[in-house]
């Protein structure tokens, strides 16, 4: 969310590269041939960086962490410069590579050029383990090398690579040998199950491209992470997995099993929230828009979230300081006061963690005791509900994951959790507040989307939709709807005012027909789901200062409709 209107966010310029890249992912190799070979060279950086290029002395050869063999590839990006490093590749001419590469840090590129037809590039924010990037491309008919290269991004951390792979026919450049059947799995351990859904995790498997999970002998996902989520499971329900690794070589042997049992009834934290709510952010800061007390936050608001806590030096641990002298003299007391006053009228109020600016981490079991921790004094301090995450920066799903549990533990069923991922954090199940979403499933409340300051994203048909629009509130929407999110704990999130934010304005008719387009598949535009999602939960807005600045235009027009739906 922006404390500072107007004015979007600067790693808001990846979106462009995003679709490109995220649309790729809806592409599938084939197999590959008997005579394929891994035709790049030093693909495991176990000879420093022989054969590969780095642009302006920002890559070098680090020993941990490594993915396979002892060493990887570290390369930081500083100034103008994005880390690029390059390496030319002999390929046969009209013949199919699949281009992939084991990465983890800080945002990551993997592309080729000069492939005499398309060439591609695909990508993934910042991850603390290894994850793989692959992708597909076809020679031109004169073509007999191309350029692979890995890039990070402007700003942002290091980023590490290992087993580059263009495998595909034999290019006579003498590339690394050919894959073999990787090892069997081992570490299958289950992190998390709800009422319909089991999270499995295991350990990472040298030189294998991606891993199957079976239920019960049977192929049920096949993933490039050492993590899934089955779900369409019954509830109280015992199921046995297994997991496989594979290359283009083959398929590992199973691994051993294990057994989860499902919850008995559906998830879902909250306590007696509304079937349909709507969610505003309350701003405790003056950015121009109307200063409120808590008592001004309109009735149609059923989930008010306090914007925001503050970090402070203890490593993953929040304050809240509210801004009296910016809000006109508003007391401690009188906050208070409001607070339970809305909650005698049915609302729920919760602190928000994060925002534009927020620098809270949680990347260990120390920071995520901390988090629960100070979190739950600030319940008991002030009367929140609950806790909405809304960490623009980033986050780690590990540990996030515990911390929510952690303060779950303490403050028991009635904890109300929301989270306000941006668009491109919620385009596949394999980014950090997805992840986070789906491991917390049974206690989550809702994910409300911020569908602005996003520019041109994905939507769950793998069509590109422009923001501002119906399709590309119900499109996006749909990937969580169909990603493993029950529809009750997914929620629409729009400005309330084109001065709410940057970009992506939509006004409430386009949201209300969103709405009415996911419930009941009526006033959609060129995108309709396969489906009706009777369950979905609501809308949010930022802010309902902003939605007062417009004379509560926003809440008025959504908020009953929000309220009437089946």
Request: hydrophobic share 35%; with cysteine.
């Given at each position: 969310?922006?404390?500072?209107?107007?004015?979007?966010?600067?790693?808001?310029?990846?979106?462009?590269?995003?679709?490109?890249?995220?649309?790729?992912?809806?592409?599938?190799?084939?197999?590959?041939?008997?005579?394929?070979?891994?035709?790049?060279?030093?693909?495991?950086?176990?000879?420093?960086?022989?054969?590969?290029?780095?642009?302006?002395?920002?890559?070098?050869?680090?020993?941990?962490?490594?993915?396979?063999?002892?060493?990887?590839?570290?390369?930081?990006?500083?100034?103008?410069?994005?880390?690029?490093?390059?390496?030319?590749?002999?390929?046969?001419?009209?013949?199919?590579?699949?281009?992939?590469?084991?990465?983890?840090?800080?945002?990551?590129?993997?592309?080729?050029?000069?492939?005499?037809?398309?060439?591609?590039?695909?990508?993934?924010?910042?991850?603390?383990?290894?994850?793989?990037?692959?992708?597909?491309?076809?020679?031109?008919?004169?073509?007999?090398?191309?350029?692979?290269?890995?890039?990070?991004?402007?700003?942002?951390?290091?980023?590490?690579?290992?087993?580059?792979?263009?495998?595909?026919?034999?290019?006579?450049?003498?590339?690394?040998?050919?894959?073999?059947?990787?090892?069997?799995?081992?570490?299958?351990?289950?992190?998390?199950?709800?009422?319909?859904?089991?999270?499995?995790?295991?350990?990472?498997?040298?030189?294998?491209?991606?891993?199957?999970?079976?239920?019960?002998?049977?192929?049920?996902?096949?993933?490039?992470?050492?993590?899934?989520?089955?779900?369409?499971?019954?509830?109280?329900?015992?199921?046995?997995?297994?997991?496989?690794?594979?290359?283009?070589?083959?398929?590992?042997?199973?691994?051993?099993?294990?057994?989860?049992?499902?919850?008995?009834?559906?998830?879902?934290?909250?306590?007696?929230?509304?079937?349909?709510?709507?969610?505003?952010?309350?701003?405790?800061?003056?950015?121009?828009?109307?200063?409120?007390?808590?008592?001004?936050?309109?009735?149609?608001?059923?989930?008010?979230?306090?914007?925001?806590?503050?970090?402070?030096?203890?490593?993953?641990?929040?304050?809240?300081?509210?801004?009296?002298?910016?809000?006109?003299?508003?007391?401690?007391?009188?906050?208070?006061?409001?607070?339970?006053?809305?909650?005698?009228?049915?609302?729920?109020?919760?602190?928000?963690?994060?925002g534009q600016n927020g620098t809270v981490s949680v990347s260990d079991s120390t920071s995520a005791a901390n988090f629960a921790n100070?979190?739950?004094?600030?319940?008991?301090?002030?009367?929140?509900?609950?806790?909405?995450?809304?960490?623009?920066?980033?986050?780690?799903?590990?540990?996030?994951?515990?911390?929510?549990?952690?303060?779950?533990?303490k403050a028991g069923s009635s904890l109300v959790i929301t989270m306000a991922p941006q668009t491109i954090d919620m385009q596949s199940?394999?980014?950090?507040?997805?992840?986070?979403?789906?491991?917390?499933?049974?206690?989550?409340?809702?994910?409300?989307?911020?569908?602005?300051?996003?520019?041109?994203?994905?939507?769950?048909?793998?069509?590109?939709?422009?923001?501002?629009?119906?399709?590309?509130?119900?499109?996006?929407?749909?990937?969580?709807?169909?990603?493993?999110?029950?529809?009750?704990?997914v929620g629409i999130g729009v400005p309330a005012s084109p001065s709410g934010a940057g970009s992506g304005y939509v006004s409430p008719?386009?949201?209300?027909?969103?709405?009415?387009?996911?419930?009941?598949?009526?006033?959609?535009?060129?995108?309709?789901?396969?489906?009706?999602?009777?369950?979905?939960?609501?809308?949010?807005?930022?802010?309902?200062?902003?939605?007062?600045?417009?004379?509560?235009?926003?809440?008025?027009?959504?908020?009953?409709?929000?309220?009437?739906?089946?």
């Amino acid at each position: 969310m922006d404390r500072i209107s107007g004015i979007p966010r600067p790693r808001r310029t990846l979106a462009g590269a995003a679709v490109a890249a995220l649309a790729l992912s809806f592409l599938a190799a084939g197999p590959a041939a008997a005579a394929d070979v891994n035709n790049a060279r030093n693909a495991g950086f176990e000879s420093g960086l022989a054969n590969w290029t780095c642009a302006a002395g920002s890559g070098t050869t680090v020993s941990s962490p490594a993915h396979g063999g002892s060493a990887a590839l570290k390369a930081t990006p500083a100034g103008q410069d994005y880390a690029q490093c390059s390496q030319t590749v002999a390929v046969k001419p009209n013949s199919t590579y699949t281009l992939s590469a084991w990465v983890q840090g800080g945002y990551t590129f993997l592309g080729a050029t000069g492939t005499g037809t398309t060439d591609v590039s695909t990508w993934t924010p910042d991850s603390t383990s290894w994850k793989q990037l692959s992708t597909t491309f076809t020679t031109g008919a004169s073509t007999s090398s191309v350029t692979v290269y890995l890039h990070g991004w402007y700003g942002q951390a290091a980023y590490y690579a290992d087993d580059v792979s263009v495998f595909g026919p034999d290019g006579g450049g003498g590339g690394d040998p050919a894959p073999t059947v990787p090892a069997t799995p081992t570490g299958l351990a289950v992190s998390s199950t709800t009422s319909s859904s089991v999270s499995l995790a295991w350990n990472a498997v040298s030189g294998a491209t991606g891993y199957n999970v079976y239920r019960s002998g049977t192929k049920v996902a096949a993933v490039t992470g050492t993590s899934a989520t089955v779900t369409g499971l019954s509830p109280s329900t015992s199921y046995s997995f297994q997991v496989t690794a594979t290359n283009a070589a083959g398929e590992s042997a199973k691994s051993s099993p294990v057994t989860a049992t499902t919850a008995a009834t559906g998830g879902g934290g909250g306590g007696t929230l509304p079937k349909h709510a709507v969610t505003g952010y309350w701003q405790n800061f003056n950015n121009g828009a109307t200063v409120q007390k808590i008592s001004d936050v309109p009735s149609q608001y059923d989930i008010i979230a306090v914007a925001f806590a503050d970090a402070t030096g203890t490593p993953g641990a929040v304050t809240f300081n509210l801004d009296s002298a910016g809000l006109g003299g508003y007391t401690v007391d009188q906050f208070k006061a409001d607070i339970r006053a809305k909650q005698a009228a049915g609302k729920k109020v919760i602190v928000s963690v994060g925002g534009q600016n927020g620098t809270v981490s949680v990347s260990d079991s120390t920071s995520a005791a901390n988090f629960a921790n100070s979190l739950y004094s600030l319940m008991q301090t002030y009367g929140f509900d609950g806790v909405d995450i809304d960490l623009e920066n980033g986050l780690n799903a590990t540990y996030m994951s515990q911390a929510l549990r952690q303060l779950s533990s303490k403050a028991g069923s009635s904890l109300v959790i929301t989270m306000a991922p941006q668009t491109i954090d919620m385009q596949s199940t394999s980014n950090g507040y997805f992840q986070t979403a789906l491991n917390i499933k049974d206690i989550l409340t809702v994910v409300n989307t911020q569908y602005y300051n996003s520019g041109s994203m994905l939507g769950c048909d793998g069509k590109v939709y422009s923001q501002g629009s119906v399709d590309f509130l119900t499109a996006l929407a749909c990937i969580q709807l169909e990603g493993g999110l029950s529809p009750s704990q997914v929620g629409i999130g729009v400005p309330a005012s084109p001065s709410g934010a940057g970009s992506g304005y939509v006004s409430p008719t386009v949201v209300n027909n969103a709405l009415d387009c996911l419930t009941k598949t009526t006033n959609c535009g060129s995108f309709r789901p396969s489906k009706t999602y009777p369950d979905l939960r609501g809308a949010m807005t930022w802010s309902t200062n902003w939605d007062a600045a417009s004379g509560n235009a926003w809440s008025n027009a959504v908020g009953p409709h929000v309220h009437a739906l089946p």
